[in-house]
């Protein structure tokens, strides 16, 4: 039997085609390298997704100060320390931008710790191609790093970040449809080559479609890489996907007591549970039981953890479940007194009935009597019918 290498010497194959021996997959493989234990997996493109002023952005740029001040604990999840970068952000200048980065410095309480971090504001670094026929340049249908890409990539190889941030996906694709699942796909595994030549970690920030956002849809669906736009085809190419989603008063009676004194007509609480979760370590968050948090006071808070909203969700089922079976118990003897009810009342109405019948038999008797006596008195005799 060829092996990989000898196949390899006989087709010519190129040092960047891949091929994966199971042969070495027997052995267990190393251990899972983090951006965040346990949560986000480092090495390769993710997508936090969601609707505009969810959250999306205060919290990723709340775990990019933490990282870029050199890492430690992020709401109970430990991060990885080391050089951050941002394409683009959504602030119109710098004096906004400023802003923006002052409070996520104090939200994650990093202000006065020296930080790496570095904003690049420039313009698309991506473009999509039509075709040939279509394109400037005559290229084939797919993505292509723009003039300002190739100057960002050279900028990206010489900080070598720990992590990309990606703010918003819409601003550094030119050309990007969110309906079109199957440029969504390819730009996914555009993203994820740029973090592998890098060898470092890309998260993109991405929006939902309208229709995920209506108002009876569950919270598990709100958070699910369906409800981001394009995203069917999206889970394929992105390593890791997560979803954030403002809370609701119909939330409530999901979630259970871990929701016990929350106003959530108000705004400042949020969602955060990944959807492509096959990395995420035990006591995760996901789209089932994410964690919840709240922005409150400009500070930024964990009010409960995934592991907290799983247990108060189990414990409102079973609870739900207690009170229908109850329920459809109380409307059992409800249905028993209303037969017993129904059969006492027809049992007194026969009896009515038969004692009338023989009333009316009696007064027929007497009444035959009298006629005879009648009849006797006057010598003449009675005709029955």
Not at 98 to 106: E, G, H, P, S
Not at 171 to 200: E, F, S, V
Not at 221 to 247: D, F, I, K, Q
Request: aromatic content about 8%; some cysteine; overall charge neutral.
């Amino acid at each position: 039997m060829s092996t990989v290498t000898e196949i390899q010497q006989k087709t010519q194959s190129a040092p960047d085609f891949v091929v994966w021996d199971w042969q070495e997959f027997k052995t267990q493989p190393p251990p899972q390298p983090w951006l965040v234990e346990g949560l986000i997996p480092a090495e390769g493109a993710c997508d936090v997704y969601g609707p505009p002023g969810a959250g999306k952005s205060t919290l990723l740029y709340n775990l990019g100060a933490v990282v870029a001040a050199g890492g430690g604990d992020w709401f109970g999840h430990r991060a990885v320390g080391g050089r951050v970068v941002i394409l683009g952000g959504e602030s119109s200048n710098k004096r906004a931008h400023w802003r923006t980065a002052n409070r996520a410095m104090r939200m994650a309480g990093v202000e006065e710790r020296d930080l790496d971090l570095f904003t690049l504001p420039q313009g698309p670094i991506l473009r999509w191609s039509r075709g040939a026929y279509h394109d400037r340049d005559h290229k084939p249908e797919g993505w292509y790093l723009t003039e300002v890409g190739d100057r960002t990539m050279d900028w990206l190889d010489a900080l070598s970040p720990n992590l990309v941030l990606v703010d918003t996906i819409l601003g550094c694709a030119a050309g990007c449809n969110l309906l079109d699942q199957p440029q969504q796909y390819a730009l996914g595994a555009m993203l994820g080559q740029i973090a592998t030549r890098l060898d470092t970690t890309v998260i993109t920030i991405s929006h939902t479609n309208q229709a995920s956002m209506g108002s009876r849809t569950p919270l598990s669906e709100r958070l699910c890489y369906t409800a981001r736009a394009g995203g069917n085809g999206a889970p394929a190419a992105w390593r890791w996907m997560g979803g954030v989603s403002a809370l609701r008063q119909a939330d409530k009676k999901l979630l259970g007591r871990v929701a016990d004194g929350w106003r959530l007509d108000a705004p400042g609480f949020f969602a955060f549970g990944a959807s492509k979760y096959n990395e995420v370590g035990p006591g995760g968050w996901i789209d089932l039981h994410p964690a919840i948090f709240q922005i409150q006071r400009g500070d930024l808070r964990l009010v409960a953890t995934g592991e907290q909203v799983s247990q108060s969700m189990r414990e409102a089922e079973v609870s739900a479940a207690e009170k229908r079976a109850a329920a459809k118990k109380e409307q059992g003897r409800e249905g028993h007194t209303t037969i017993s009810t129904s059969g006492s009342r027809s049992g007194r109405r026969t009896e009515d009935m038969g004692l009338k019948a023989k009333e009316t038999k009696a007064a027929a008797a007497m009444s035959s009597s009298s006629q005879a006596a009648l009849a006797a008195q006057m010598g003449v005799g009675v005709i029955n019918d």
